[in-house]
């Protein structure tokens, strides 16, 4: 409310009038199943706290006018269908690419006064574009009462980062965001983006551990890792690696590079992890979580190598205070950027001490701790909170 208030406060100082709409997409935090998405696999996040705030109001013209107040408060302006790429505004370009796939299914939208506001840790790894573009898309549905529903905007904003700012993600990130339920996490099956909500025990604390290592060559490093996944998916004639099993991967070890086979067999492997560790999850069955979450984390060092040091670190020390009874590993697309941790709320004090003791005397650096808790996305209803 507060935060709706503010966001009022600075639409009216920026456009002299009230806002017509304030809308509200969440940031996420994967707990299990990376680099899967893309592999037409499994995924198992939860959308979290902390997201994009956008006040609105219509326009009768197709102009769109942006304050941005979390970017050194810029001011930018673009007409609808005149897209072009701005090098000046990054931030622009996840509004500009998702308005544009928003077009293509409503060619006749017009534009908007908007005042955008965040509190997700930039290059944190947290989603910070999939919550802009959900929220951008959720506040020109609300704003012309559009009849768009959260698995096709989730897509738009996918063909967004794919078409419009370069990166070949997947659609976990844009889904949680629009489809997320308060209170849980979500095994999301990414081939037919079917899911299923699966309550966070009042319990267990969902803690991230931003390592505060810049995230570097992120997007390049990225497609690089979905151009190997698909290059092994092609040699097995599937359609992803979903398809591939992993005792067909073993059989053809000699006839891909040491390189291909490693990526694949990471896919392969976090696939069956992610969806054991449902079970795992909705049975409470804490010691097997904790056994996949770290198996998991291993898998992306040794065999997807997108973790750094500092992410290894973060972990090693978490696990040495929770042991069994919690899980830790990196989350999200790595190279830097947070570790997620799934613990008993005893433990978080424990936890927090040792993190903020251990990792500066190790890394030289400091880490931020969140507690978060899951919340409701974008387009999913209120009344199935
Ligand atoms: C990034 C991408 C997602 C997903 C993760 C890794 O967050 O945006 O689509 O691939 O990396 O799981």
């Known amino acids: 409310m507060t935060q709706d208030k503010q966001i009022s406060t600075l639409f009216k100082q920026r456009y002299q009038h009230e806002p017509d709409v304030i809308c509200h997409a969440p940031a996420r935090v994967n707990i299990i199943g990376d680099h899967t998405d893309y592999n037409d696999g499994f995924v198992f996040p939860a959308a979290i706290d902390c997201g994009t705030t956008i006040a609105a109001s219509k326009r009768n013209d197709q102009l769109v006018k942006v304050y941005s107040h979390d970017f050194g408060q810029s001011y930018t302006e673009f007409v609808l269908n005149q897209f072009s790429f701005d090098t000046e505004h990054m931030w622009c370009n996840y509004i500009k690419g998702s308005v544009q796939a ?7 939208l017009r534009g908007a006064n908007l005042v955008v506001t965040g509190d997700v840790a ?28 959260g698995k096709t905007a989730a897509k738009m904003g996918q063909q967004a980062e794919n078409d ?50 810049k995230r570097g060559l992120v997007d390049s490093e990225y497609n690089l890792r979905r151009e190997q996944c698909e290059q092994v998916a092609k040699h097995f004639n599937c359609k992803a690696l979903r398809d591939v099993t992993l005792s067909q991967l073993e059989s053809a070890k000699g006839q891909l590079s040491e390189v291909q086979y490693r990526r694949a067999k990471h896919v392969i492997t976090e696939n069956a992890r992610t969806v054991a560790a449902l079970n795992a999850f909705k049975s409470s069955d804490m010691p097997t979580l904790s ?95």
């Open 102 to 108: 928003l077009m293509e299914k409503y060619p006749n």
């Open 291 to 385: 056994q996949l979450m770290a198996e998991s984390h291993q898998s992306l060092r040794d065999n997807f190598e997108v973790t750094t040091k500092e992410m290894d670190g973060l972990v090693a020390i978490v696990s040495e205070q929770v042991g069994t009874e919690g899980g830790v590993r990196m989350t999200g697309g790595g190279f830097g950027g947070c570790v997620v941790a799934l613990i008993p709320t005893k433990l978080v004090d424990t936890v927090t001490k040792q993190v903020k003791l251990q990792y500066p005397q190790q890394f030289g650096l400091t880490a931020d701790i969140y507690i978060c808790h899951a919340s409701q996305g974008a387009f999913r209803h209120v009344e199935e909170v």
């Open 122 to 149: 930039q290059g944190a790894g947290l989603s910070s574009s999939a919550s802009f573009e959900m929220a951008i898309l959720k506040t020109f549905t609300s704003l012309y009462q559009l009849a768009l529903d």
């Open 164 to 213: 419009y700012v370069g990166c070949n993600c997947g659609i976990m990130d844009q889904l949680i965001s629009a489809m997320g339920k308060k209170g849980h996490a979500m095994l999301l099956d990414c081939r037919d983006l079917s899911f299923e909500d699966a309550p966070i025990s009042d319990e267990l604390s969902l803690m991230i551990i931003n390592s505060n290592v």
